[in-house]
């Protein structure tokens, strides 16, 4: 299922994203949340990744990350982003998605 809505906020600035990579990002960022033990059907999902903190919410609660998932969320992530027209460096970011 594709998302219905994703907003992507970076450094305080949302970011606009097309058709494409708005999909991309949501199956790629799914496939990760539902591969983790304990996690139902995403209906929202907010990422929040900082300086070196990740935090994940999956139909409103909290996710508990170790840290070999918290390294490649935050890897992953920020791979994808780093690629996207305009984005030198990312201090913070809050993604949603809503299903």
């Known amino acids: 299922m ?5 907003t992507l906020n970076i ?3 949302d970011i606009k994203l097309d058709y494409f990579v708005q999909g991309f ?4 960022i799914s496939g990760m949340v539902t591969a983790l033990e304990d996690t139902a059907q995403i209906k929202t999902l907010q990422l929040t990744i900082g300086d070196e903190d990740v935090a994940m919410n999956v139909n409103g609660a909290v996710i508990p990350l170790n840290n070999f998932v918290r390294t490649v969320v935050r890897n992953t992530v920020l ?21």
């Open 25 to 28: 990002i949501d199956h790629v």
């Open 11 to 13: 450094n305080g600035a």
């Open 79 to 99: 791979g994808m982003v780093s690629s996207l027209k305009g984005i030198d460096r990312v201090e913070k970011l809050k993604l949603h998605i809503a299903k």
């Open 2 to 6: 594709t998302s219905r809505e994703l």
